[in-house]
């Protein structure tokens, strides 16, 4: 009876693999169409111009985001354009040679220092040398946080203490209580601290989440509804899901869940296909995938269109695209086997589903258009 009831279950989930999973890819972007970390329609002309050589779009744009205090973006443009540079930086090299003194400049060139020395066998001791160049790039725009998120970074290379660490976290909330880059950098931090620092005796890797979870979310409370901060829960959320399978600890999953709630509330107040929060939508599907939450990861592949990200796959594959593709693929089979027959027109959300209809986390229908 038993061998029966399984190969009924397996008869029936096939059946509504092939009914309802062309509906739903006709929903999403064909594979060919989807770029990793496409650049959007303020930074490609800069890229462009890059890669002739040409720094003057490179360095307008990232003034506009100085004087308009536009500190996502620039911290987000400032990593793009060092990653561009980390390959061909004869661009960067002749706006340095003509505006030295520039703090856009100066950012972007200390941006590509710790990069190449984050990468080098002798990573303490590279990181150390690069310190003058953030000081110059904090020092050339007072105001600008996006130095001090480099600071931070540099400081958990070069294993700095924690009271060092809180000496830069207060430079870098004062000029903006609210940027996202230097919230995931003192998380990325704490995370850390289950490792251990200078010697000091590690803490167990339930207490480390508990405390990165603690900071996530207590800075999600204090930050407004459509700041990116608001998904800084879900960012701790992922780190755990990454470590639990070394850690040995169970995850904590009413937390992860709640962390993907207000991840998900986020991403609704943000057009669909928008480029600005894209990977924080990668991040969520990442986690909602891994909370079996299948529905709502494939609403969220829908909003999410054509803007693959790097991270998180990158950490968990060697290539970032194809997981992103394979993720999305099996979201597609997760919600087409939970979708009765009967349904005619499934949609990334089918309405009516439910847990009596497979794993997952029931929602209400429609909540994600």
Known sequence: MFRTMSLLRALIGTS???????????ALPPDDDVLLDPPDSRLAPALVAAALDDPEPAAKLLATTRDAAEWEDRDRYTVRLSTFAYRRDGWLEHWLAASPADPDALLVKAQLAVR?????????ERLAEVGPLIEAAAAAAPEDPVPWRLALDHARGTHASPAVFETLWEQAVRRAPHHYGSHVAALTYLSAQCCGLRGETPRTPHAAHHECFDFAEQAAEDALPGSLVQALPVRAAFEQLVAEPRAGHPVCGDRIDAAADRALALSARHPAGHPW???VRNLLVYVLAARGRWPEALAEFGRIGPHASTFPWSLTTEDPLRGFLDARSRAVREVARRTPLRAARP???PAGWDEADGDGRAGPSGHYA
């Open 16 to 26: 509504r693999l092939v009914r309802h999973t062309p509906r739903l890819l006709a």
């Open 116 to 124: 190449r020395a984050w990468e080098s066998p002798a990573r303490a």
């Open 277 to 279: 929060p894209g990977e």
């Open 347 to 349: 949609e990334p959300y």
